[in-house]
């Protein structure tokens, strides 16, 4: 087990998405996708842009590392649709058509991103996470050690340091599951998470 925590650029509710009481990770972070495995915890904190340096965005632990057709299939609801501002931010939109790699149309990425996206190889699911999004809570000093402080994202393998650090955030997480909204749930946002190009092949 390890934690794999980094530093979200763009938090508009797609990448992580938090919705249909599951957290997904299918989009951007190809490193921490690649290698993840189910039982690992997948820390995302704020961003200086954001004003939420140092604090929780949201925390998952993997429950599903599915590939991209597995994820397509198995997980409809969360392909991208027009409909709602929430499926307007579905992650699901990488799946082969024709023999080809396609993605959504109208996605909130696309063929610009498709690259670093499918270099992740797989989607991670979790039915256990604490999303609070622009409620981001502040993480005690013990644990500022496996935080990322740039880009890229830092792994911890200390399985005691990590167990500390879940026991207390399933202490002071009001429940389960989304628990806020996501800081940048805008046009604005959903135009930033197209030009993000966040890269996440280097470890800090």
């Given amino acids: ?3 794999s925590a980094y530093i979200i650029s763009v938090d508009s509710g797609f990448s992580p998405n938090p919705y249909g009481r599951r957290c997904t ?49 198995r997980y409809p609801s969360k392909r991208p649709s027009p409909r709602t501002p929430v499926s307007r931010r579905g992650d699901n939109i990488w799946h082969v058509s024709t023999g080809a790699w396609r ?18 190889a797989n989607a991670l699911i979790a039915a256990e996470f604490y999303y609070f999004g622009r409620d981001a809570i502040v993480i005690p000093a013990a644990f500022a050690s496996m935080l990322a402080v740039t880009q ?8 005691a340091l990590i167990a500390r650090f879940w026991k207390w955030l399933s202490r002071v997480a009001p429940r389960n599951g989304r628990i806020g909204q996501p800081t940048d749930f805008t046009d604005a946002g959903c135009n930033a998470q197209r030009a993000d190009r966040d890269d996440d092949d280097e470890t800090c």
């Fill in 152 to 159: 890229g994202h830092k792994n911890t393998y200390d399985a």
């Fill in 1 to 3: 087990m390890k934690l």
């Fill in 25 to 73: 990770l299918t989009c951007c972070k190809p490193s921490i996708r690649r290698n993840a495995e189910p039982g690992d915890i997948i820390v995302g904190s704020g961003s200086a842009r954001s004003g939420l340096t140092g604090r929780l965005v949201y925390a998952m632990r993997v429950q599903q590392v599915l590939p991209f057709e597995v994820y397509w299939n």
């Fill in 103 to 120: 993605g959504v149309p109208g996605a909130l990425h696309n063929r610009m991103h498709q690259a670093r996206d499918l270099r992740g």
